[in-house]
């Protein structure tokens, strides 16, 4: 089975491999399907290891939010080294300002449903989570691989159409194009 997990921004304040963060590595590593994607954290200002956990860890994808033309990173996401030393943080960027969402607003005690404008990494992880759907997508996509990947070649997922299996595509694999295609 394969599953995306979107969590919240992390702890704020917090930038060292906590428990949460050693439990999204383990949990990865027993689950090579399985792809975390957390929210960097929107405390950017605070300097370069504001990266909250556990978007530290190692294998989880972290996200960071661009500005309003999506053209940098804006100053609220949250940057710096992943908890030792080796890997920069965030991983990628999605927009993440000025962005429509759900909302409820509370009238009189009722609540109803509402269209809000909000910014932050936990707006861009969604975006970011759904372009990875879409990779792992395209890796499943058999005739795609039949036409053109050797699949005796480790680097070809070999896909087995109709079985139900999710063949042998990694979410650490899905993480690398995600990674080499912000470049």
Not at 2 to 15: A, K, S
Not at 25 to 41: K, R, T, Y
Not at 67 to 96: A, C, E, R, W
Not at 144 to 161: A, Q
Request: charged content about 15%; glycine content about 10%.
């Amino acid at each position: 089975m394969f599953c995306y997990v979107v969590f919240h921004r992390g702890t704020p304040g917090i930038n060292t491999y906590t428990s949460k963060a050693l439990d999204v590595d383990q949990f990865m590593n027993e689950n090579f399907d399985f792809l975390f994607v957390v929210a960097a954290g929107n405390d950017g200002r605070s300097g370069f290891t504001s990266v909250h956990s556990p978007g530290v860890s190692k294998n989880a994808l972290t996200i960071g939010a661009t500005d309003f033309d999506h053209t940098q990173l804006v100053s609220f996401s949250s940057i710096g080294y992943n908890y030792d030393q080796h890997m920069f943080k965030p991983n990628i960027v999605t927009p993440g300002t000025n962005l429509m969402s759900a909302g409820t607003r509370n009238t009189n005690e009722t609540y109803t449903c509402n269209v809000q404008v909000s910014s932050g990494t936990s707006m861009a992880t969604p975006i970011a989570a759904g372009a990875a759907i879409l990779v792992r997508q395209y890796f499943e996509n058999a005739s795609f691989w039949g036409t053109f990947c050797n699949t005796d070649y480790r680097s070809c997922p070999k896909v087995y159409e109709g079985s139900g299996s999710h063949g042998l595509i990694s979410g650490a694999l899905v993480k690398a194009v995600l990674v080499c295609m912000q470049d």
